[in-house]
Each structure stands twice: as C-alpha cells, then as structure tokens.
C-alpha cells in the first residue's frame, strides 16, 4: 500500500520533470518517445541545404518538424520488422555519400560539421531512407518504377517547350541585328544668341567639314580655328535616327561630316566614323536528359508512394506536439 502510494506521488513529478526538460531543450514534439528539438529542425534544414534542396515548402521549419517525425516512425516500423540497417549498413551509404561529392568518411564529417550539422543527423536521415525503401519492397511489396514510353513523352514535351519558347525568344525584335553608326561630335562653343556670332561659327564649321575626310584627321581639319572642342563620340541605332541625318550620311559617306547644325550651346558637327553590326548571340538552351527526366518521375512517384504508406504508418504512431504551430 505504500509502495502504491509513493507511486502515484512520484509518477506525476517525474512527468512534470520530464516536461521541464523536454521545454528547456525547445523540444517542439515527441514521437514514440524520440524528442525533436528546435536544434534538430534547424540542422535538418541545413542538411537538406546542403543536399541541394530548393524548395522553399520543403525548407519550412513546420515541413522539417513533420520530416523528423517520419523519420522516426519509419526507423520504428522498420526495426518492429527486424528490417532496420545495421550501423555498417548506414557506413555504406555514408561512404557513397562521400565518394559522389569527391571525398571520405572524414571529409563528410567535416563538411557537415562546417555547416552547423552533426554526422548524428546525417546517419538519421540515411537510416530512415533504409528503413523505408526495405518496408516498400518487403512489407508493402511496393516496386518504384516509371514506364520507360512516359519519360520517353515526357522528354518530348519539356524539349518541344523550350524549343518553342526559344524560337519565340529568337523571333524578338529587340534580338535582331542592329546596324549601330558611329558618329563624333564637333562643337563650336558660341556665348549668347547673337546671329552674327552663330552666323561666323558656323562659316568655321563649314570649312572643317570641307577639310575632314577621315576622322583620324580631326586634328587636323580643326587646326586654326578657335575653341574647337572634340565632343563624345555617339554609338547610335541606325533604325532611330532622323531619316535627314541617314540621308547626309549616304551623300557623304565615310569620314565626313553633316551639319553644321545648331545645337544649344553653339555650332556643331558630326562626323561619320563607321559603323558595325551587332548580332545577339544564340539562345543556347540547356535542354534535360533523359536520365533526368527519369529521376524526376520516380521522384515524383517515390513521393506519392511514401506519403501514401507514411500516413498509414503515423496512424500507429504515438505524435504529440509540444508547439502546436508544428502540428499538422
């Protein structure tokens, strides 16, 4: 009777302690007696980073919670079926792991370790794919396969869409070659708006569109004259320039002048230095293989599988969430 007694005294304490350290520790959910802490949703978030994952759903501290605890009904279901790998097993796999990124065991560890991840995670996240992939060939007798005509149509598709969508990129105006006109600048200051002033610039500018007939000799044809400046030299579109100005351009060709031409601060010309084609490079669209065509169906048909098997097996499972924001 006192034993009894002393029972239903201390069983209530010892949950409440419990409780207290599961809170300190930020335990945000329990599944068949295995804690998930804040700590381990941040790390699993981090190992699927580093795995590549993009997916901002898949990311999702709510999402990495729920994964963690599918990780531990799986690693369950598998060893209450004597299918659970064995730690040389998960050594394998680890192995393989290293090897597809170009390094060891050890150089693993230390990659992991770099990003805040501990090889404890890693070796959970390895042994739960284990356990899975024995429960769907053995238990559930579930073979993953995609019919090889699929991805052949599927391949087809997603090439005959980037091919549209490229030839529609190419058929763009603004991707066509562009004829660019090199002209430079030759200004002849004027202070004020006195016509007579304007009148004689613009006499000195007609004598160095007389004497210009190259731009090499700039120097040259603007030699003798006063305040002559050499302005910016203007790459433009032949298909926006005035059509008086294209027109001066055919008259007088290569390495003269038109004008002159007022332009606010006195007299200008501008000379014709050349011009050039500009040609945008080809699309070069990446297109997908085939392999990867087939890995993203069996992807997407391992997923289906497993949320199908996993939410049979979270029926048996004993989930309780400390942090109802995690619950699903």
């Known amino acids: 009777m006192r034993m009894k007694l002393f029972l239903a005294l201390i ?13 300190e520790q930020g335990v945000v959910a329990v599944v068949n007696d295995h804690a ?9 978030i981090k190992l699927l980073t580093l795995l590549g994952e993009r997916n901002p759903q898949r990311l999702a501290r709510k999402q990495a919670a729920n994964d963690l605890i599918n990780d531990y009904i799986k690693i369950d279901e598998a060893k209450s079926n004597r299918m659970d790998p064995t730690t040389k097993d998960v050594d394998e796999r680890l192995k393989s792991m290293a090897q597809s990124i170009k390094t060891d065991t050890a150089g693993l560890e230390t990659k992991m370790s770099s990003a805040g991840v501990s090889m404890n995670m890693v070796r959970q996240y390895v042994a739960a794919q284990m356990s899975f992939g024995r429960l769907l060939q053995v238990k559930y007798h579930e073979k993953v396969a995609v019919d090889p005509a699929e991805v052949d149509k599927k391949l087809a598709a997603i090439k005959a869409d980037i091919s549209g969508k490229v030839a529609k990129l190419e058929a763009d105006p603004r991707r066509q070659p562009v004829k660019v006109i090199s002209l430079q600048e ?17 006499i000195e500018a007609g004598q160095v569109a007389q004497r210009l007939s190259s731009c090499a000799s700039l120097k040259a044809a603007t030699s003798g004259i006063f305040n002559v400046q050499i302005g910016r030299k203007i790459d433009a579109d032949s298909r926006k320039l005035p059509p008086p100005i294209l027109a001066q351009i ?12 007022r332009y606010p601060k006195g007299i200008q010309l501008l000379a014709y230095c050349g011009s050039r084609m500009i040609v945008p490079p080809k699309i070069n669209a990446q297109m997908p293989t085939r392999q990867q065509i087939e890995n993203l169906a069996l992807n997407d048909k391992f997923t289906s599988v497993e949320q199908k098997y996993v939410a049979i097996l979270r029926k048996g499972a004993i989930i309780e969430y400390k942090d109802q924001a995690y619950a699903q």
């Open 36 to 44: 998930i802490t804040d700590v381990d949703i941040d790390q699993r």
């Open 11 to 23: 069983f209530p304490l010892a949950l409440a302690v419990a409780s207290a350290a599961h809170a």
């Open 186 to 202: 030759i200004n002849f200051p004027v202070e004020g708006n006195d016509p007579q002033l304007l009148q004689s610039r613009a």
């Open 250 to 261: 055919q008259q007088r060709g290569l390495g003269h002048a038109m004008g002159p031409m």
